[in-house]
């Protein structure tokens, strides 16, 4: 099915460089070149386009398809896009048999598109999640109701259904799968043939899976459609979380089925349990050795006096002194509409800054920021980790081409990061997010001459990022995870527009 595969830790996307070495280890000597394929989610799209990027620059073919198969919002308008759920498996089984029976890279690329717009994916659950160590699940489900239209990273659904019989959660499972008006819904007529997936989301028995699978089936085939495969067990799970994901693809290629049937070593793939035709012929796999040559570019700018160098370490260290203050209240303010781990995200890049404070070249500031991209990205990891990284490298690569003690070279660079951090998250100022903070401090650093007093010039973005971080708090959101949270749900501070604040503030008591 895949040539390779990275993960992060739980619920959070892998660090750029755990996908660079996959990449490299599949591409590299590759005149065929890589496919990525990448779950619809924000810090996937920033980590995975991150290494695509850097992996191109190092000479590889690499393209990226980002899937979405999610069918639970209306109207797509103002979010992140659907979410890559369950459904993202068929992609890599077909492609992956596609592939390995000789199709060219751009074939599997035009082939994962046109999947995409055939696979549709619904959930339901009774209960979230408990992330390891948790004393309660992220969230509770009242008695008497299910929670509909959920992902996997222990959020809650987009709108919540009756708890009845089996019969009637897969009724409106389906109705909004197929809903006329919807602008995710899958467009199923009767006489298509399809694929199913009935994807256990972590806490189900074996017996409720084969019950609700069989009535999948039942109402399908009640429908006119023609159910040629049928796919159960925990293929996409959101640890412990009682309830589980429908998908549906609509064979529209009759290679597609072939494809399916084509064998495969991958451990998780299960047989179907409805297999209306009989399989084809052998795949083989090939043996793949995993290696990577790590290559440092290193780019050249003009030093920093000892003065300068030392103002730069002044504010470094006052951010790793005063940042630990504001963990839980961050936790605090992600857990209506995350994971509440915004603040611990953020102590993993503060501490893992800490220990690399002594040995940072303070006279080369490209590359400090540089540094701090890596860190980022390595030790916090997920969305957050994402964005910092991608600001930080953004910045450090304008910087290289200015007079690093001039003000506006500064204000080129954080510009470039803010940039960087809406083209690759998909945000803008007003969605509730970090930008909310970071763009109204950057338009004060813009505005700012070369001779006005640094202390003073931090004080005010801080105090611009604070205004903008306070108004966060009655703003709907237009981007990130929170889009899939219902409103209501969504309160309080924006915990990543609180956490730029924060270390303004911390810079400015340097």
Not at 250 to 276: I, K, M, S, V
Not at 299 to 308: A, E, L, N, T
Not at 326 to 334: F, G, P, Q, S
Not at 352 to 381: E, F, I, R, Y
Request: glycine content about 10%.
């Amino acid at each position: 099915m895949l040539a390779a595969s990275v993960s992060g830790h739980v619920f959070t996307s892998p660090p750029p460089a755990d996908i660079v070495a996959a990449i490299t280890a599949v591409g590299k000597d590759n005149p065929d070149g890589v496919l990525v394929v990448v779950f619809n989610y924000t810090g996937d799209r920033i980590n995975f386009g991150l290494a695509v990027e850097r992996c191109r620059a190092a000479g590889m073919r690499v393209e990226m398809h980002i899937s979405g198969d999610d069918c639970a919002l209306t109207e797509l308008e103002g979010t992140a896009g659907r979410r890559g759920l369950c459904g993202t498996h068929f992609i890599f089984k077909i492609v992956g048999a596609l592939t390995e029976g000789g199709a060219s890279l751009e074939e599997a690329l035009s082939v994962s598109r046109k999947l995409g717009e055939a696979i549709g994916t619904i959930g339901v659950a009774a209960s979230g999640c408990t992330l390891p160590g948790a004393a309660s699940p992220l969230f509770t489900v009242p008695a008497g109701v299910l929670e509909l239209g959920l992902g996997v990273h222990g959020e809650s659904g987009a709108a919540t259904i009756k708890a009845e019989s089996t019969q009637q959660v897969v009724e409106a499972m389906l109705s909004h799968l197929t809903k006329d008006d919807s602008a995710t819904r899958l467009d199923l007529q009767e006489g298509d043939k399809v694929a199913v997936i009935v994807n256990n989301l972590g806490s189900f028995s074996q017996l409720e899976m084969s019950n609700l699978t069989n009535e999948v089936v039942s109402q399908l085939k009640c429908r006119g459609v023609c159910v040629e495969r049928v796919y159960q067990g925990a293929l996409m799970t959101s640890l412990d979380m009682k309830g589980f994901h429908l998908s549906v693809l609509r064979l529209l290629n009759p290679a597609w089925l072939t494809l399916l049937d084509a064998p495969t070593t991958a451990p998780a793939w299960p047989a179907p349990c409805l297999l209306a035709h009989d399989a084809v012929g052998d795949l083989s796999v090939p043996d793949l050795t995993l290696t990577l040559t790590p290559e440092d570019l290193e780019p050249g700018c003009r030093s920093w006096d000892s003065s300068q160098a030392g103002r730069l370490r002044s504010c470094l260290e006052a951010v790793v002194s005063r940042m630990p203050a504001h963990e839980d209240t961050l936790n605090t303010l992600d857990t209506l509409c995350g994971d509440g781990d915004c603040g611990s995200t953020l102590m993993k890049g503060i501490t893992a800054v800490s220990k690399q404070l002594s040995g940072l070249n303070m006279t080369q500031p490209h590359q400090v920021l540089g540094v701090l991209g890596d860190v980022s990205a390595n030790a916090m990891g997920g969305t957050s980790g994402g964005l910092y990284s991608i600001l930080f490298t953004a910045a450090s690569a304008s910087l290289v081409s200015h007079e690093c003690s001039h003000r506006s070279a500064w204000a080129a660079a954080l510009r470039a990061g803010c940039e960087a951090i809406s083209k690759y998250g998909g945000a803008a100022q007003g969605d509730r997010t970090m930008l909310d903070a970071l763009i109204p401090a950057l338009e004060v650093l813009e505005s700012t001459s070369d001779d006005h007093d640094l202390r003073s010039l931090l004080q005010a973005m801080a105090a611009a990022a604070d205004e903008g971080a306070k108004k966060t708090a009655h703003m709907k959101a237009r981007a990130g995870r929170a889009t899939y949270v219902r409103e209501e749900n969504v309160k309080g501070e924006d915990a990543g527009a609180r956490s730029v604040a924060h270390i303004l503030h911390a810079l400015a008591h340097y």
